[in-house]
């Protein structure tokens, strides 16, 4: 799969008449990082896309076939499904729980690392999740948590939330919650403690398999300058 894009070309130019490609890009840590990484594949964006209290969600490039969009991660990965990005960045996290077969996902960008975990109170720490057949779980991560959880034999009663989770388990609404962690310090503050990595997380490069299919000269030649990106700040 890591070869798709190798015999295009690294230099991919967009002919106004073949429409404008949209790259979809992560708010927050993940979109700080990327920007050496922009910067080596050749793709300078709008100077406000990094300016969080810029109201733009749309912003051009310095070439003129290739526009970014800033959105959330799980909406990256939606946007580029539909075809309305053909190229997004998002965290393994998000292709793990959205799991759609038009993403294909090319390069590890080695970025945004973290992972998701589960995690529960300190005072609860030591007791086996193996003998219960149904636990209580508040996360975002839905399909994941289910997934893991299946493979105990226990099934997983999911509290879904987008935020807050470490507030979950001090006022009952979940014995454990599942949640992407990158310190530990969050889950710390609030009483909680790292029982188990479901899964280690880096950002991924993804394409619309479809746009790949259709436009394989444009498309696989911006995977191509993100590989030698990626190479060339590795060979550092």
């Known amino acids: 799969m890591e070869t798709l894009a190798d015999t295009y070309p690294a230099d991919p130019s967009t002919p106004a008449e073949a429409g404008t ?3 979809a890009l992560p708010k927050g840590r993940i979109l700080t990082e990327l920007g050496p990484v922009l910067a080596r594949a050749g793709i300078r964006p709008a100077e406000d896309l990094l300016d969080e209290s810029s109201r733009r969600l749309r912003f051009e490039t310095n070439h003129p076939g290739l526009d970014v969009v800033r959105v959330r991660s799980f909406d990256v990965a939606t946007f580029v499904a539909h075809g ?3 190229i997004g960045v998002c965290g393994a996290d998000v292709l793990m729980e959205f799991d759609d077969d038009q993403i294909y996902a090319p390069l590890d960008l080695g970025i945004g690392r973290c992972r998701v975990s589960v995690a529960e109170p300190v005072e609860t720490a030591g007791a086996d999740l193996g003998t219960a ?3 209580t ?3 975002k991560y839905p399909q994941i948590a289910q997934r893991h959880f299946a493979r105990k ?3 997983a009663e999911v509290v879904h939330l987008n935020g807050a989770m470490e507030l979950a388990p001090s006022l009952g609404l979940a014995r454990v ?4 962690v990158q310190t530990g310090s969050t889950l710390k503050a609030n009483g909680l403690v790292e029982t188990e990595v479901i899964a280690n997380v880096t950002s991924r490069l993804i394409v619309n398999r479809t746009a790949l299919k259709t436009r ?3 498309i696989g030649g911006w995977i191509a300058r993100f590989r030698a990106a990626l190479a060339e700040r ?3």
């Open 21 to 23: 490609l949209v790259l």
């Open 84 to 86: 309305a990005a053909q």
């Open 133 to 135: 057949s149904r636990i």
């Open 137 to 139: 779980v508040a996360t």
């Open 153 to 155: 034999g226990v099934q």
């Open 177 to 180: 919650i599942v949640d992407l």
């Open 216 to 218: 394989p000269e444009l």
């Open 234 to 236: 590795d060979a550092r």
